[in-house]
């Protein structure tokens, strides 16, 4: 039979229960920040795969483009024509072919714009694309002024590229390929300044990149793209691989403390409720005794007077434990949460970006 000093060993409990609980939010707190701060390096090193990506995406973009110009501009023919010429000369024969009239089976260029789509050219097939996309972007430019009605605010350049290539025999004029090539300049110079900011501690990646602007190009250039970037490596994320620089513990080891955290609480409650069942027995004791007229002793008679609040203290107690409990839970899956991203495989999620792509770009093709 339980004896009324048996509360003594209760409400020790219950201190050693609020030492405890003290430490656990201690623990939790510090979970917490090593979940921002995990949270923080994933987010930084996934928006750099993602520059690296749409970086990679656009720059094979550029190539694809550049070349199909070449070939649709005839520029290309000629240059192959030209490889037959002494190496010193050939530069100055292929400017001097693109000089010539178009009667004369030229192109009739100025001197100065020929000598310019030469280099043009030969750092294309070389394998430096920026001035073609130049040249592309300044006949694009011509054609937005004409269609706004600006026609006269163009330069004598954009109107020479704009009224040879259109009137060339050698040329198959795509208007579509200068507004593709157009799009996907500017989407290189968005990329370059967010790269540039990323460098400067700036995450965030602009919503003005994206796909969007990939996705305006040929079918067929979205599959070689993706195609020719898949075989590209990326880190994988392990979660066991990034630790918190303040506790020195990874996302798994936040996981089995937080499980461990809501054991220990959920043995506390049990306790709570062994001393509330305590507390009634003693009470129904004490009550016996009165009722049969037994005098009460001291501790008795103090520990009746008081057991309406320490029954309240320990409901009270259950309450906040359980509450407790709910705050780790949401911890916990806050914690799983970020598992299941930090498991991401940019290696994998690559080869896949090909048919993602594709796939929207069919699915917005049907509204």
């Known amino acids: 039979m339980a004896e009324p000093y048996d509360v003594l060993a209760s409400l020790n409990r219950m201190l050693e229960s609020e030492e405890r609980r003290e430490q656990y939010k201690l623990q939790a707190s510090l979970s917490l920040m090593q979940f921002a701060q995990q949270k923080r390096l994933q987010d930084i090193q996934l928006a750099g795969q993602r520059l690296e990506l749409l970086q990679a995406a656009n720059t094979q ?28 000369t050939w530069i100055s024969d292929f400017s001097k072919d693109l000089h010539r009239k178009m009667k004369k089976k030229g192109y009739g260029f100025t001197k100065e714009t020929s000598e310019r789509i030469a280099s043009a050219v030969f750092a294309s097939e070389a394998g430096n694309h920026k001035a073609i996309m130049s040249i592309a972007n300044e006949i694009g430019t011509y054609i937005d002024n004409v269609d706004a009605g600006i026609s006269d605010v163009s330069t004598s350049l954009q109107k020479e590229l704009f009224n040879v290539f259109t009137s060339s ?89 937080v499980d461990k955290q809501i054991s220990n609480l959920a043995i506390e409650i049990s306790g709570q409720q062994e001393d509330i069942t305590n507390i009634n027995k003693q009470v129904s004791l004490i009550n016996s005794k009165r009722l049969s007229g037994v005098k009460l002793n001291e501790d008795e008679q103090k520990f009746f007077n008081q057991a309406a609040e320490l029954r309240s203290l320990a409901e009270a107690e259950m309450s906040n434990l359980n509450s407790e409990i709910e705050d780790l839970r949401q911890d916990q899956a806050d914690i799983e949460s970020a598992k299941r991203l930090h498991k991401v495989n940019v290696a994998r999620a690559t080869p896949m970006l090909g048919h993602t792509i594709m796939g929207a770009n069919r699915a917005g093709s049907r509204y």
């Open 169 to 257: 025999p050698k040329s198959t004029f795509d208007e579509d390929r200068i507004n593709e090539m157009q799009r996907t300049s500017k989407n290189q110079s968005l990329i370059l300044k967010e790269m540039v900011d990323f460098g400067h501690g700036e995450y965030n990646i602009s919503p003005d990149i994206s796909f969007d602007e990939i996705l305006s190009s040929p079918e067929e250039e979205i599959v070689e793209s993706m195609f020719n970037i898949s075989s590209q490596e990326s880190p994988e994320l392990g979660e066991d691989d990034t630790k918190s620089v303040g506790t020195g513990t990874t996302l798994s080891d936040d996981s089995s403390s």
């Open 61 to 88: 973009m550029i190539e694809n483009q550049a070349q199909a110009f070449l070939e649709e501009s005839g520029l290309r023919a000629l240059y192959l024509e030209n490889q037959h010429e002494k190496p010193d």
